[in-house]
């Protein structure tokens, strides 16, 4: 589980666009977002258009600057840990559903398979860590923002194997149990968790309040015995056909 899961900096130079790259940072840590504004601004090509220290900041600021890469902390409030909330990823979500052309690098100090793969079902473009070195992390900004992936092989490769893997013999009868347990409500919005949608798409496809999806998807979530909104997704998916 603890491997790291992007090499440093990948092989190969990454064309510097013709204009300003423009960049946005979210990080609840000051001294972490000033870090990385000095860094990337020392770069003649690259110009850090805003930055924020909350999902709530990030979410308002984002759309409108238009930056081409928001660079995302992982885990925001000030927990950093295997147990602590994957806050950065839902932001990263929302930000891909209403800008689909930003490209999404997320950072964190703390190497999670868990967090890797939400981050690349929530749509970010890479993946790296905080101990990464700034020629490093320059380098893996000019990569995203020029459309390639900060994600190596090995990592697509864990990717696939965790979306092949029906969790063992028994657990698709399991997960049908607790699928029963879901109002037909709850059903709705979980298949379009499972499409991917972002709670206030949902909301907007069920004529509810967001703050009403929210809710409904915590009692998903605890009905299904999961923790994470990308394995409910996991859960529709594996169970699409037969429930066809």
């Known amino acids: 589980m603890n491997q790291q899961p992007v090499p440093p900096a990948p092989a190969g130079p990454v064309t510097a666009p013709e204009t300003p790259l423009r960049v946005f940072i979210l990080d609840d840590h000051e ?6 504004r ?26 409108a600057v238009r930056p081409q890469v928001a660079v995302l902390d992982v885990r925001l409030g000030g927990t950093d840990g295997p147990d602590s909330d994957h806050e950065g990823i839902e932001v990263c ?21 868990e967090a890797l793969f939400d981050a690349i079902m929530a749509g970010a473009s890479g993946y790296v860590l905080k101990q990464i070195n700034g020629t490093a992390l320059v380098h893996a900004v ?6 390639q992936s900060m994600l190596d092989p090995r990592t697509a490769t864990r990717v696939m194997e965790r979306l092949r893997d029906p969790g063992g013999a028994g657990a698709a009868e399991e997960e049908t149990s607790k699928l029963d347990r879901l109002s037909p409500r709850e059903r709705e919005v979980l298949d379009l968790i499972g ?21 409904r998807v915590s009692a998903i979530l605890s009905k299904l015995g999961v923790g994470r909104r990308v394995q409910a997704a996991m859960v529709v998916e594996r169970l699409r056909g037969p429930r066809a």
Do not use: H, W, Y
Request: proline fraction near 2%.
């Open 142 to 147: 000019r990569t995203v923002a020029a459309g």
């Open 31 to 36: 001294v972490v977002r000033r870090g990385v």
């Open 38 to 63: 000095d860094l990337l601004e020392a770069e003649e090509d690259i110009e850090v258009v805003g930055e924020a220290e909350d999902a709530r900041q990030a979410l308002a600021r984002v759309p």
């Open 195 to 215: 499409e991917g949608l972002t709670n206030r798409q949902i909301a907007d496809r069920l004529f509810l309040s967001e703050k009403t999806v929210k809710n």
């Open 93 to 113: 979500r929302e930000l891909r559903a209403r800008v689909p052309e930003l490209a999404c690098l997320m950072l964190t100090s703390f190497d999670d398979d």
